[in-house]
Protein backbone atom coordinates (compact mmCIF):
# COMPACT_ATOMS: atom_id res chain seq x y z
CA UNK A 1 0.00 0.00 0.00
CA UNK A 2 1.34 3.28 -0.61
CA UNK A 3 0.58 4.64 3.22
CA UNK A 4 2.40 2.65 4.93
CA UNK A 5 5.77 4.76 4.51
CA UNK A 6 3.89 7.76 5.96
CA UNK A 7 4.03 6.42 9.33
CA UNK A 8 7.53 5.62 9.16
CA UNK A 9 9.95 8.37 11.16
CA UNK A 10 13.88 8.64 10.14
CA UNK A 11 15.47 7.87 12.91
CA UNK A 12 17.57 11.14 14.38
CA UNK A 13 21.01 9.89 14.13
CA UNK A 14 20.51 9.69 10.06
CA UNK A 15 19.75 13.66 10.25
CA UNK A 16 23.14 15.35 9.37
CA UNK A 17 22.27 18.77 10.64
CA UNK A 18 25.89 19.94 9.19
CA UNK A 19 24.95 20.40 6.31
CA UNK A 20 23.93 23.72 4.83
CA UNK A 21 20.51 24.33 3.17
CA UNK A 22 20.25 24.83 -0.61
CA UNK A 23 20.25 28.75 -1.63
CA UNK A 24 20.25 29.46 -5.11
CA UNK A 25 22.21 32.27 -6.52
CA UNK A 26 20.00 35.11 -8.44
CA UNK A 27 20.84 35.94 -12.38
CA UNK A 28 22.18 39.52 -11.89
CA UNK A 29 21.61 40.27 -15.30
CA UNK A 30 17.78 39.55 -15.19
CA UNK A 31 17.83 41.56 -11.51
CA UNK A 32 19.54 44.47 -13.31
CA UNK A 33 17.27 44.62 -16.29
CA UNK A 34 14.26 44.11 -13.83
CA UNK A 35 15.78 47.58 -11.73
CA UNK A 36 16.31 49.49 -14.73
CA UNK A 37 12.64 48.16 -15.72
CA UNK A 38 11.49 49.76 -12.63
CA UNK A 39 13.34 52.96 -12.89
CA UNK A 40 12.26 53.65 -16.29
CA UNK A 41 8.70 53.20 -15.04
CA UNK A 42 8.99 55.45 -12.28
CA UNK A 43 10.45 58.20 -14.26
CA UNK A 44 8.18 57.73 -17.02
CA UNK A 45 4.91 59.49 -16.46
CA UNK A 46 1.63 57.20 -16.54
CA UNK A 47 3.48 54.09 -16.93
CA UNK A 48 3.83 53.09 -12.80
CA UNK A 49 0.70 50.60 -14.00
CA UNK A 50 3.31 48.13 -15.79
CA UNK A 51 4.65 47.83 -12.60
CA UNK A 52 2.53 45.01 -10.77
CA UNK A 53 1.31 43.52 -14.32
CA UNK A 54 5.13 42.46 -15.23
CA UNK A 55 5.99 41.33 -11.65
CA UNK A 56 2.28 39.63 -11.50
CA UNK A 57 2.97 37.86 -15.31
CA UNK A 58 6.62 37.08 -14.45
CA UNK A 59 5.41 35.15 -11.26
CA UNK A 60 3.04 33.59 -12.72
CA UNK A 61 4.34 32.11 -15.81
CA UNK A 62 7.76 31.73 -14.89
CA UNK A 63 8.21 31.48 -11.00
CA UNK A 64 11.75 31.01 -11.00
CA UNK A 65 12.89 33.29 -14.10
CA UNK A 66 14.99 35.39 -11.83
CA UNK A 67 17.25 32.60 -10.73
CA UNK A 68 17.94 31.13 -14.37
Same mark, same amino acid.
Given at each position: ?5 ? /? @????I ?5 ? &????? $??? #? /? @? ?9 ? &?C??? $?F? #? ?8 S ?11
Amino acid at each position: MKHENK /N @KFIPIERINLQ &VKTYK $PKF #N /N @KKRLLLLGFVG &VCLVT $PFT #NWLIPIVFKSLTKFKPLWVYS
